[in-house]
């Protein structure tokens, strides 16, 4: 069946550094992939999405380009600030469903 | 303001004690699901509804039951609660088509179960 695999948390940054959040995930066909973030006592917000291979999602500097040859859609931004603290979800559907499959999330921790 | 409204934002119960966490959204959308949140495991879709009068079981259906009588209203109900329903839950609900469109997230509920 379809499955989100995600990097174990937490990860640790010091505010200006490079992201990396890396997200693999196995499906049957063509799914759409999206990353959500979850800033603390909130619901999951979507962050960006893309549905089919080489499209690149964006939104707020973070990046993810939907690799079909490494079924991967890792999540990345050039310069992380605090307030992008939260736990961030890579996240799966596959067509005709609306059901979204998530991985375990991924906590980040940005201190100045 | 288009929302996912979830009441209460903490319960504590005991075991077997029935309770009903509600949700409901303004934003017209058919569809609808419950999640819970669990560390380690992630979001696991517990029920979700396509539209009124349609429920389907997710992926952890035992011990919880949903309605769908009105399009933005989704009840979850507990009729008799255990410790291992100790959880996060979150309603979330989107325009159903193709897989591609955003759920929108309530702020969830955090249910303690003694």
């Known amino acids: 069946g379809n499955s989100v695999t995600q990097m174990e948390g937490p990860v640790t940054l010091s505010e200006e550094a490079f992201l990396t959040i890396n997200c693999t995930y196995t499906?049957?066909?063509?799914?759409?992939l999206f990353w959500y973030v979850q800033y603390p006592g909130e619901g999951l917000q979507l962050l960006l999405k893309?549905?089919?291979?080489?499209d690149k999602g964006s939104n707020k500097g973070f990046e993810a380009t939907y690799r079909k040859e490494t079924t991967s859609f890792h999540l990345e931004k050039g310069s992380v600030q605090v307030s992008d603290s939260a736990v961030y979800f890579c996240a799966l559907s596959g067509k005709n469903t609306d059901k979204l499959i998530f991985g375990t999330g991924t906590r980040l921790q940005v201190f100045p | 303001e288009a929302q996912v409204t979830q009441n209460p934002r903490y319960l504590i119960t005991v075991t077997g004690k029935k309770l009903t966490v509600t949700c409901s959204q303004n934003m017209n959308h058919e569809y609808m699901s419950w999640y819970r949140q669990d560390p380690g495991l992630g979001l696991r879709q517990i029920y979700y509804?396509?539209?009124?009068?349609?429920?389907d079981k997710g992926d952890v259906p035992e011990g919880y039951k949903v309605s769908r009588k009105e399009k933005r209203n989704f009840p979850l109900i507990l009729e008799s609660p255990s410790p291992n329903q100790t959880s996060l839950y979150f309603c979330?609900?989107?325009?159903?088509?193709?897989?591609?469109?955003?759920?929108?997230f309530g702020n969830g509920t955090r249910l303690t179960v003694t």
């Open positions: 499906a049957t066909g063509y799914p759409s």
């Open positions: 509804s396509m539209n009124v009068e349609v429920t």
């Open positions: 979330a609900s989107s325009i159903p088509g193709q897989g591609n469109s955003p759920l929108h």
């Open positions: 893309a549905t089919k291979a080489d």
